[in-house]
């Protein structure tokens, strides 16, 4: 084949030549196979003469067997197969094109001129051909790779046996000879694994003077006759010394000298031993309170080679505290507060430090003078300890009655022995709740509290169980008010404003941005809720009330944090006083609809829900009242100023002549309103046997209301049927335990049902507005559900979950401009999980594994 070979036939000559390769390869990469592996053996040596012979015939016997199947199935190709591949590559197959002729119309002298035109076409086509190279892959039909097995053990052998193998080992010096000559010994130093050095060769060491750490193992193997020779020792501490044991291991616990007697030049060694210091832990700033529920503490630690646990011991400072009021009598001994406190996940941990994270919002400790006393420990099982006294911190109260529950609850969890005084003030803030609880519910919760204190003696459970409540009721109260929404946010902005000024770092900022958010987004859903209570008139009056919606408070809030980017301090300053202003004076939008009712049957509905909410709550208070007239003593009805019958709502007034006057005096309600003692429906309210009849009547009504309410088919809707029917549960629960006459269990169930009917009104009130909250909750975090501000759902990272049932999501964790706040969350919760020793062990030992990857 020369260059003056036409392109044509030099490309099926080339392709004639790779059909011959792929031919041969099919046919006999088994036998060659075979042979590499004959190859193998033999080059390996590691068989003995007999096997390896063995072996190698077999294989040999093998690959001719092989050769004589693959050349039975071998056909050697032929030109018209290389021009039929090279063909088929060929768009329009020219070769076959130009061994055609004409058919039909061939006298036809049009038909003709096109033919000769598609045939030169064609045979322009033929100048571009190339070569088809041969199909070499027999990976189908070797499914296990065993070419490559062979293949590789031959290089093996090759490269490591008979061909490069020396024909003898020379002699290597070190114990062997040393043995044959004569006594002879080697050493080692291991220092303790947890220092990271290196175990040192004795025999390499000149004597002299050698640094160990402490704890090093000394281990020294004698060779030779026994006795021939000994060693001499005093840095293990040891009373009596074996000298003739062939193995010597010991440990060094302070400086010394060791020294091997009879060995050559009779080395000594004077090891000196570094002391293993303990560690030092101390709080590097002062506690703080991280809203909503998080305790902060930083702290600094270190040491020689590294701190491997800490821990945080919180107790009482009974010394510290302002001992008046309820604080006057002695405390209850409680068991301190035990925490682990999380170690950075990399680097290095002899000197670092750290933030201790913690909720320690509900313990009774939060806002009380303690003692904390951080504890480090390092590998060496060495612990270092530092204490400081500090107020924990807790969560602040700024609605009055929160804030008396909370005191009560504070004193109550001090001592048992304040039962009788936390039940007469309780009482006291009780009396004539005359529209100063925003929280229906936390009343009724508040008085379930009494009524289990006035049950004589309490034991741990019982005090902790109502101090659980008065929690409940305070933050019930806490959260539904608008006044202390609006004083945290406040404080949120104007640590803002002062960081700004004293040029904060950019983590600062960004992190009090962020508090600022959540505080605003409370604001503004209180806000709402309160202006939704209000109505449409009071709406209307408010003509010129300042109207914000959510992307404007949004913009502000990325205009500011650009601000500081760009350094602009203090316009940032001026539009955060702006914003401070719009919050004092704002009205929260819903939609294009802001300000107007719900049209239609969503009104209504709204309205009617509204009306079961009141009536449910009628019927609690008629409840209560029947509890405090069956549990009553006699005498002291007609008496006021006694505990547990002045001031109870719904409870007659004194009458002239002294007898207690009851049914014509009107019930004190929560929310300020009042009801006569009659039911609505007529039926007298001073059985159970009537509540129990009312409760049926007021659970029928919304029975047929849910099955009517709008919104059908879309999630708003769904959820508030859902919330609905479990208001019909508990409304059921209660029918039953009024029949039955238990009204402590029936003011329970109506409760329930009271925060179920809540729940149903604002997931009507998302239905009618389209199921696309505005306002305060586009901008909500962690609602129920996992939605975002669009109503879509959020996994617990934060980003949007799959579509149409599929799991995960395309969205990077990664990305966006709150990645690196939502991957600090995420880290500070693996910490705090990881500090609470009551979860299960292989919850633990996961995120111990999360800490140390990340």
């Given at each position: ?12 000559a080339l392709t004639r030549i790779g059909l011959w ?94 033919w000769a035109a598609h045939r030169r076409r064609m ?437 500011i944090e650009e601000l500081m980017q760009q350094g ?287």
């Amino acid at each position: 084949m020369t260059d003056r070979q036409p392109p044509i036939a030099r490309a099926i000559a080339l392709t004639r030549i790779g059909l011959w390769a792929e031919r041969i390869t099919q046919a006999f990469w088994p036998a060659w196979t075979a042979v590499l592996a004959a190859v193998a053996v033999w080059a390996s040596g590691l068989a003995g003469p007999l096997w390896e012979f063995s072996l190698i015939g077999a294989l040999a016997i093998l690959a001719l067997v092989l050769v004589v199947i693959g050349m039975r199935g071998f056909r050697a190709p032929t030109q018209a197969e290389a021009r039929a591949r090279l063909d088929e590559t060929l768009p329009g197959r020219p070769l076959a094109t130009l061994d055609d002729d004409l058919a039909i119309g061939s006298g036809d002298a049009g038909s003709s001129a096109v033919w000769a035109a598609h045939r030169r076409r064609m045979a322009a086509r033929l100048s571009g051909a190339k070569a088809v190279p041969g199909d070499l892959r027999v990976a189908r039909r070797d499914p296990y790779a065993l070419r490559y097995m062979a293949v590789l053990l031959a290089a093996i052998g090759l490269l490591f046996g008979t061909l490069w193998r020396v024909p003898e080992v020379p002699a290597l010096p070190g114990i062997g000879g040393q043995v044959a000559t004569g006594p002879a010994w080697e050493g080692w130093l291991e220092p303790p694994r947890y220092t990271g050095l290196p175990t040192l060769y004795l025999n390499e060491i000149e004597p002299g003077t050698v640094d160990v750490p402490e704890g090093t193992r000394v281990v020294l193997r004698l060779y030779g006759e026994t006795g021939a020779l000994s060693v001499t020792e005093t840095v293990s501490g040891r009373n009596a010394t074996t000298p003739g044991e062939p193995l010597q291991d010991f440990t060094v616990v302070q400086s010394g000298t060791v020294a091997i007697d009879g060995a050559q030049g009779a080395p000594v060694w004077t090891l000196t031993a570094s002391p293993d210091t303990a560690p030092t832990v101390a709080p590097d700033g002062d506690a703080a309170f991280e809203f909503p529920d998080q305790v902060t503490l930083p702290w600094r630690a270190a040491d020689d080679y590294g701190v491997t646990a800490a821990e945080i011991t919180i107790a009482l400072d009974a010394d510290g505290t302002d001992r008046r009021y309820g604080l006057e009598v002695e405390p209850e001994p409680r068991q301190p507060l035990v925490l682990d406190m999380a170690l950075p996940i990399a680097g290095d941990r002899s000197d670092f430090t750290e933030v201790f994270r913690a909720d320690l919002t509900q313990n009774p400790l939060a806002g009380m003078p303690v003692i904390v006393t951080l504890s480090a420990t390092d590998a060496a099982g060495q612990d270092g300890t530092a204490e400081a006294r500090m107020i924990l911190p807790g969560r602040a109260f700024y609605d009055p009655i929160a804030s008396a529950l909370i005191e009560q609850r504070r004193d109550l969890n001090w001592s048992r022995a304040n039962r009788v005084r936390v039940a007469r003030l309780l009482r006291a803030i009780t009396w004539k709740a005359d529209g100063t609880w925003n929280a229906p519910t936390a009343y009724l919760i508040t008085r379930m509290a009494i009524r289990r204190l006035d049950q004589g003696p309490l034991t741990l459970e019982q005090r902790d169980e109502i101090a659980e409540m008065l929690w409940q009721a305070a933050t019930r109260i806490e959260d539904g008010s608008l006044d202390s929404a609006l004083e945290r946010l406040r404080e949120a902005q104007e640590r803002l404003a002062q960081a700004i000024r004293q040029g904060a770092s950019p983590e600062e900022i960004e992190r009090l941005m962020a508090e600022m958010r959540r505080a605003m987004d409370d604001y503004t859903r209180q806000l709402a809720q309160q202006q939704g209570q209000q109505g449409q008139q009071q709406q209307q009056a408010q003509g010129d009330t300042q109207e914000i919606t959510p992307d404007m408070l949004d913009e502000m809030m990325r205009r500011i944090e650009e601000l500081m980017q760009q350094g602009r301090t203090a316009e940032a300053q001026e539009l955060l006083r702006q914003l401070q202003d719009m919050m004092e004076n704002m009205q929260v939008t819903q939609g294009q609809g802001s300000g107007q009712g719900q049209p239609g049957e969503g009104q209504q509905a709204m309205d009617q829900l509204r009306d079961q909410l009141r009536e449910q709550q009628d019927l609690s208070d008629e409840a209560f009242r029947q509890l405090q007239e069956q549990f009553g003593r006699p005498g002291e009805q007609g008496q006021q100023g006694q505990d547990g019958q002045q001031g109870q709502p719904g409870e007659g007034q004194q009458g002239q002549d002294g007898q207690g006057q009851q049914g014509s005096q009107q019930g004190q309600r929560p929310d300020g309103g009042g009801e006569n003692g009659q039911g609505e429906n007529g039926e007298g309210g001073n059985d159970a046997q009537s509540l129990a009849r009312r409760q049926e009547t007021l659970r029928q009504g919304l029975e047929t209301l849910r099955r009517n309410l709008p919104g059908a088919g879309s999630e708003a809707g769904d959820a508030a049927r859902e919330a609905l029917g479990r208001a019909e549960g508990a409304m059921q629960d209660a029918e039953r335990d009024l029949a039955d006459g238990n009204l402590g269990g029936a003011l329970d169930d109506q409760a329930r049902a009271m925060d179920a009917l809540r729940d149903g009104m604002q997931e009507l009130g998302r239905a009618l507005a389209g199921d696309r909250p505005q306002g305060i909750e586009s901008q909500q975090r962690g609602e129920a559900g996992g939605r975002d501000g669009r109503g879509l759902n959020r996994d617990p990272l934060g980003r949007q979950s799959g579509q149409g049932g599929q799991l995960g999501s395309q969205e990077s964790l990664g990305k966006g401009p709150d990645a690196a706040r939502r991957a600090r969350d995420l880290m500070d919760e693996i910490r705090r999980r990881s500090g609470q020793r009551d979860r299960p062990k292989v919850e633990l030992d996961y995120l111990k594994r999360l800490l140390e990857r990340f």
